[in-house]
């Protein structure tokens, strides 16, 4: 059965996974994002696959083909990408966000381009507001049986930041990057710290493939604890 890949732990299980970037428009021409390649997320949701489970993979727009086998819902704005996770996260067993969400919206988005000369004043100030926060607001909504597993990029503070977001996202565990030196967006592997509420994992450098399984073996993990 070895060469078939993994075992199937993850059969009758639900899991929904956040990926990308959002988009958000100033106008029809510019908008605001990040250079999020939606890598892990669709490493993670292809694992689980392969692993029995039915997943939902919710993605901003990136350069990748479908994850086979994942129901694919491909959004563009944070507002969208949250109520495709509002659909599928109340009967989610597990939930993974790996999407990198922007943090803020431009409060108007044009449906013109905004012209030199003539819109000065809207290119030159453009008013943001805050986006809401999807893993913070399945963390709220969350019951027992189900497990929330939040990222945290830093580039300071690693551990701490990590901490923090833990307790006010409610998540059970929080998979915690040092992008200090650069790495994390588009890379292949990465070197992570699994930070929850019974302590610290640190794992040595991993492809985004093998750190998915180990994300997804953290979560069963949890999955099991809260239904013993
Ligand atoms: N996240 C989310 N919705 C948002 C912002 C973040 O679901 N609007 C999720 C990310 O997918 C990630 C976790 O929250 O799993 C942490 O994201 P991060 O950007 O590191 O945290 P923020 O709370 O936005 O704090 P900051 O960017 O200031 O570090
Ligand atoms: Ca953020």
Not at 5 to 26: C, F, M, N, S, W
Not at 35 to 64: C, N, Q, Y
Not at 74 to 100: C, G, H, L, N, Q
Not at 121 to 145: F, H, Q, T, Y
Request: with cysteine.
């Amino acid at each position: 059965l070895e060469v078939l890949g993994r075992k199937k732990d993850l059969v009758g299980k639900r899991v929904v996974v956040t990926a990308g970037p959002t988009v958000e428009q100033i106008d029809s021409v510019r908008f605001i994002s990040n250079p999020s390649t939606g890598k892990m997320g669709f490493a993670i949701a292809e694992a689980a696959v392969e692993r029995g489970a039915d997943v939902t993979l919710v993605t901003g727009p990136v350069a990748l083909t479908d994850a086979r086998g994942a129901k694919m819902v491909r959004v563009s704005t944070a507002r969208e990408m949250k109520a495709a996770v509002d659909e599928s996260f109340p009967s989610a067993d597990i939930a993974v966000f790996s999407a990198a969400v922007s943090d803020f919206r431009p409060r108007t988005a044009f449906d013109r381009k905004l012209k030199k000369g003539v819109d000065d004043e809207a290119l030159s100030r453009i008013e943001l507001v805050e986006n809401p926060d999807i893993l913070a607001s399945c963390g709220a909504s969350k019951r027992a049986g189900q497990v929330v597993v939040g990222f945290a990029a830093e580039t300071n503070d690693v551990i701490d930041n990590a901490l923090s977001k833990l307790s006010r996202k409610k998540a059970d565990f929080i998979v915690a990057n040092d992008v200090s030196r650069g790495q994390g967006f588009g890379a292949d592997s990465d070197e992570v710290t699994f930070v929850s509420a019974s302590g610290e994992q640190h794992l040595p450098e991993l492809g985004k493939r093998e750190l998915a399984d180990r994300i997804l073996d953290k979560a069963l993990e949890f999955l099991k604890l809260g239904l013993e």
